[in-house]
């Protein structure tokens, strides 16, 4: 009977902190913003780790095809499919891009998440 009381318990613990987790997740997976140039762009979650992100804009849109490679409670850290050194954070308000020449997060755009 102790053991069936502690497995419950523990599972009980699992969806307590697994729920929270899954439920912010879910909210990300969609971001759009706009530059100070006033091109758009937004990063859609296609498929499990896969993103594309698209500008608009000008006189064509242009779009890329990117994989998470990080996730946390306040980013979430993509990189151009084949280019290790093409990397994106999407914040809550903010896009960055890792600039190797500078070696430091440039902010690219402000925007929020969306549905």
Known sequence: MKKL??????????????VPAAALAADRHYWSGSDVQGYGYTFENT?????????????????GKYTEVTRTEDFIEI?????K??????????????SKTDG?????????WGY
């Open 47 to 63: 498929t499990g780790d896969n993103w594309t992100c698209t500008r608009s804009g000008g006189k064509r849109t242009v779009s």
């Open 5 to 18: 009381n502690c497995i419950m318990v523990a599972f009980a613990l699992l969806a307590l902190f697994l």
């Open 104 to 112: 430091e997060w440039i902010e690219m755009a402000s925007g929020k």
């Open 79 to 83: 990189q151009l499919i084949g280019n």
């Open 85 to 98: 050194n093409e990397r994106c954070r999407i914040y809550k308000s903010k896009w960055y891009s890792w």
